[in-house]
């Protein structure tokens, strides 16, 4: 009889200790749900744009076909970068000698090219230093003259004494000289392609840079003067001439600076 009034006070409080248990489940937080054995899973953020590059500036000194000058590059990404430079190309030659189908004449050469130019230059992949560019200039100067003069005398006739000198003798002066003048446009695109990073990976590299500028076709003009006078009527021919030189090559090299 005990025994039997025993299991059922047992019967009748086990509900009432499952409830209790279930309880003090819900009332704990997440935190103390957690298996503090297991050891944290740290995830890893890789950012799609490198942010935190600190080197993206690059200052270099280019030479080639357009003369020399300075250039400073700055890096966007490994797929964009720009450049700003100037370069100039001063060329001036006095009295060269010229035998123009047998007669001597005397050149004066003067050519002035400077210009500014801003470049975008894209790479189209990122591991190599191939690029496309394209950009435009504006040119300070853009002209080139020669002026053109005999260096003797020459002779007209033959007085029959056998020296092989005309009866009639022209100096140089009075035969007089040409000036032949040609400029183009300040404002010109640029396009091209090359190879090296306007802002190298390492402290300093080398690149080349090949493109063409669209001048337009060129302004001639030409001056005469004593008996030759008369080939300034031939400006207009000459200015047609000239018409299809609209692109100025550009050959390019650089030694680039990172800083």
């Given at each position: 009889?005990?025994?039997a009034?025993?299991?059922?006070?047992f019967?009748f409080?086990l509900?009432?200790l499952?409830?209790?248990?279930d309880?003090?489940?819900?009332?704990?937080?997440?935190e103390?749900?957690?298996?503090?054995?297991?050891?944290?899973?740290?995830?890893?953020?890789?950012p799609?744009?490198?942010?935190?590059?600190?080197?993206?500036?690059a200052?270099?000194l280019d030479?080639?076909?357009?003369?020399?000058?300075?250039d400073?590059g700055y890096?966007?990404?490994?797929h964009?970068?720009?450049?700003?430079?100037?370069m100039m190309?001063?060329?001036?030659?006095?009295?060269?000698?010229?035998?123009?189908q047998?007669?001597?004449?005397?050149?004066?050469?003067?050519?002035?090219?400077?210009?500014?130019a801003?470049k975008?230059?894209?790479?189209?992949f990122?591991?190599s230093?191939?690029?496309?560019?394209?950009?435009?200039?504006?040119?300070?100067?853009?002209?080139?003259?020669?002026?053109?003069?005999l260096d003797?005398?020459?002779?007209?006739g033959?007085?029959?004494?056998?020296?092989?000198?005309?009866?009639?003798?022209f100096t140089?002066?009075?035969?007089?000289?040409?000036?032949v003048?040609?400029?183009?446009?300040?404002?010109?695109?640029y396009f091209?392609?090359?190879?090296?990073?306007?802002?190298?990976?390492?402290?300093m590299?080398f690149?080349?840079?090949?493109?063409m500028?669209?001048?337009g076709?060129p302004?001639?003009?030409?001056?005469?003067?004593?008996m030759l006078?008369d080939t300034?009527?031939?400006?207009e021919?000459?200015q047609?001439?000239?018409?299809?030189y609209?692109?100025?090559p550009?050959?390019n090299?650089?030694?680039?600076?990172?800083?």
């Amino acid at each position: 009889m005990r025994h039997a009034y025993t299991l059922s006070i047992f019967l009748f409080v086990l509900p009432f200790l499952s409830f209790a248990q279930d309880a003090e489940t819900e009332g704990t937080t997440p935190e103390q749900n957690v298996d503090t054995a297991a050891p944290a899973q740290e995830v890893a953020i890789i950012p799609l744009v490198d942010t935190e590059k600190k080197h993206r500036h690059a200052i270099a000194l280019d030479f080639g076909a357009q003369g020399f000058g300075l250039d400073y590059g700055y890096s966007l990404n490994r797929h964009f970068a720009m450049h700003l430079g100037y370069m100039m190309l001063p060329v001036s030659i006095e009295d060269y000698a010229y035998d123009f189908q047998g007669t001597k004449t005397q050149m004066d050469i003067n050519v002035k090219f400077s210009h500014m130019a801003l470049k975008f230059d894209y790479y189209p992949f990122s591991w190599s230093g191939f690029k496309l560019m394209a950009g435009v200039a504006y040119f300070i100067d853009n002209e080139a003259d020669v002026n053109i003069m005999l260096d003797e005398s020459i002779y007209f006739g033959d007085d029959g004494d056998g020296d092989g000198f005309g009866d009639f003798e022209f100096t140089p002066d009075e035969i007089g000289n040409i000036d032949v003048g040609v400029d183009w446009e300040a404002f010109n695109p640029y396009f091209g392609f090359g190879f090296g990073r306007a802002v190298p990976d390492g402290y300093m590299d080398f690149g080349m840079d090949m493109g063409m500028f669209y001048m337009g076709s060129p302004n001639v003009s030409v001056d005469a003067t004593g008996m030759l006078e008369d080939t300034s009527k031939e400006e207009e021919q000459l200015q047609a001439n000239f018409a299809d030189y609209k692109w100025l090559p550009q050959l390019n090299f650089r030694i680039s600076f990172r800083f």
